[in-house]
């Protein structure tokens, strides 16, 4: 038997909730409530801290100190069934903070001439704790010291990584030392290289963040070949107070997403909990176009958000069940579907969407692997959130079909291992990029005639530069060394066909990082994992 419907006066409460805009976490509320009426008891709030926690506990803990909080804790108290989701999502926020933690990774290397100047930097960052430490060594460096500093920009596609942009900064900051308090976001101060050239580092920072506003994911690192003045030199003061006076970069590389394999943050585990949150999404809308027909423009950008997962979850199996669960329900639940249905299926045009994201831009510089003499700059660009990405690019590569994948993370730093599998956030099997069961990684085959550059040209529907599960900034790209079979290889080769799609090693990678022209922050932007 299907659940009780949710009591209409702490639905309309919720709905009014939504409406005042009064934090992320009333909308969770509304998630876990109506999710856990409208359905069988799907343990919803078992799963969804794995997919969304980030999101969810600081709101949360920021709507516990709101009024409004209270008074839909006080309304739920009046029905038993509403406390116990309290209590329920009560025991998913209290989860102790060190159960979550972010990693990244940059592998830096020298520009030409000063290829020696290489090393490996990681950042971790446990969810809830403003401190990011940073972890290194960095080889080949000349005695002294070297400033140290993330820029804005993705790109390395120059040789002398003037691509990078500009100091990772919001408006109006000035550049400093890490202590300073009004000091650009990338400014990490200076590395010591020992006689030998070595620099190691082991600080931490609380400006950077692996989430939010000051994510440094998809940016680049830089070592200078001289120290940075902090913006108090004497000789040049316009460029002491730009970039402290550091001169030319040695060395450079894009920050990528990596894993901890101590936490449980496999990309595999978002299948379920991404097809769990389909129903979870659309009902608020539902409310809202129950109760109140008119959609408010300040809640636009999350209806971008919610349309995007309900167009998924429209042709998936999760979905029927949903319809078939409300069918039981009588009335009250097939309204809801169908007010869902009808919302969701307006043109964009007549939509109050107040506040959409500008379009975004990503790039990938990439290297050979090994021996192999292959490179080539790929660029990313979507317009708005329920778009497609557009992918083009020039690569010179070996004759024949080469498979071109992302792959779960920017870790090019200890070979295949640390890149991880395709990037397969929804547990999908492997297929090509037309085929509605594949990995969001799969973009299919590069066809080269010859061994001079290949120009590509590609959109696709799956990948995503938005704050989205699909979101592949900070992931790897990797030009393999054979044709993919694209999932329909046969006999011995039918089982790899499903994971990889028999295309070999990698021949060629690289970071897919933010690009220049959108990386400047606004007041606007929510950060690209936030």
């Known amino acids: 038997m299907g659940r009780k419907p949710l009591p209409a006066e702490l639905l309309n409460e919720i709905v009014h909730c939504v409406r005042r805009e009064h934090a992320h976490a009333n909308i969770c509320f509304a998630s876990f409530a109506l999710q856990n009426f409208m359905l069988p008891r799907v343990a919803l709030w078992r799963r969804i801290w794995l997919f969304d926690l980030f999101k969810l506990r600081p709101a949360y803990r920021k709507a516990e100190r709101d009024w409004m909080w209270r008074h839909i804790e006080k309304r739920a108290g009046k029905d038993e069934e509403c406390h116990r989701v309290i209590r329920a999502l009560d025991s998913v926020m209290q989860v102790p903070q060190a159960a979550v933690q972010r990693k990244a990774i940059c592998r830096l290397l020298g520009r030409p001439g000063h290829e020696k100047v290489k090393g490996t930097v990681t950042f971790y960052q ?9 972890r290194g060594t960095i080889k080949g460096l000349p005695p002294g010291e070297h400033a140290f500093t993330i820029y804005e920009s993705g790109d390395l596609s120059s040789k002398t990584f003037h691509s990078v942009g500009r100091h990772f900064q919001h408006e109006g900051q000035r550049h400093g030392a890490p202590h300073n308090w009004f000091r650009h976001v990338g400014d990490l101060g200076n590395i010591l290289a020992d006689a030998n050239g070595t620099a190691e580092i082991n600080w931490s920072d609380n400006v950077i963040s692996l989430y939010g506003p000051n994510n ?6 830089a070592v200078h070949e ?5 913006g108090e030199g004497c000789n040049d003061v316009g460029r002491s107070r730009e970039s402290g006076n550091a001169g030319a970069k040695l060395s450079c590389g894009v920050i990528g997403i990596t894993f901890d394999t101590n936490k449980s943050t496999l ?6 909990l991404k097809r769990s949150i389909h129903l979870m999404c659309g009902v608020i809308f539902v409310a809202l176009d129950t109760y109140k027909p008119t959609v408010s423009a300040g809640f636009g950008h999350a209806f971008m958000e919610l349309r995007e997962l309900y167009g998924d979850a429209a042709s998936s199996e999760m979905w029927h069940f949903v319809v078939k669960r409300c069918a039981i329900g009588g009335k009250a639940c097939a309204l809801l579907i169908e007010s869902l249905e009808n919302i969701m299926k307006r043109p964009r045009e007549s939509l109050p969407l107040h506040g959409i994201s500008m379009p975004k831009k990503a790039v990938c510089t990439l290297v050979g692997v090994g021996t192999y003499n292959v490179k080539g700059t790929v660029t990313f660009t979507q317009n708005r959130r329920d778009d497609r990405v557009m992918i083009s690019g020039d690569i010179s590569l070996p004759s024949g079909k080469h498979g071109l994948h992302i792959h779960e ?6 070979g295949c291992l640390g890149i991880g599998g395709h990037f397969n956030p929804m547990g999908e099997k492997h297929g090509g990029p037309k085929d509605w069961e594949r990995h969001v990684g799969d973009l299919g085959n590069i066809d080269c ?3 001079f550059s290949t120009r590509i040209e590609l959109s696709d529907r799956f990948v995503s530069l938005f704050d989205d599960v699909t979101n592949v900034i900070g992931r790897a790209l990797v030009v393999h060394q054979f044709q993919d ?7 011995d080769k039918a089982a790899e066909s499903k994971r990889t799609g028999n295309a070999g090693d990698a021949i060629a990678w690289g970071v897919i990082g933010l690009a220049d022209g959108w990386t400047r922050l606004t007041r606007h932007w929510t950060g690209i994992f936030s």
């Open 126 to 134: 446990n969810e809830g704790d403003e401190n990011v430490l940073v």
């Open 449 to 451: 005639w010859s061994s």
């Open 267 to 272: 990309a595999a585990d978002y299948g379920s």
């Open 409 to 414: 993370f920017g870790n090019i730093s200890d």
């Open 216 to 221: 440094i994911i998809g940016r680049s690192l």
């Open 226 to 230: 001289r120290e940075d003045d902090f």
């Open 485 to 491: 079979d694209l999932g329909r290889g046969v006999g």
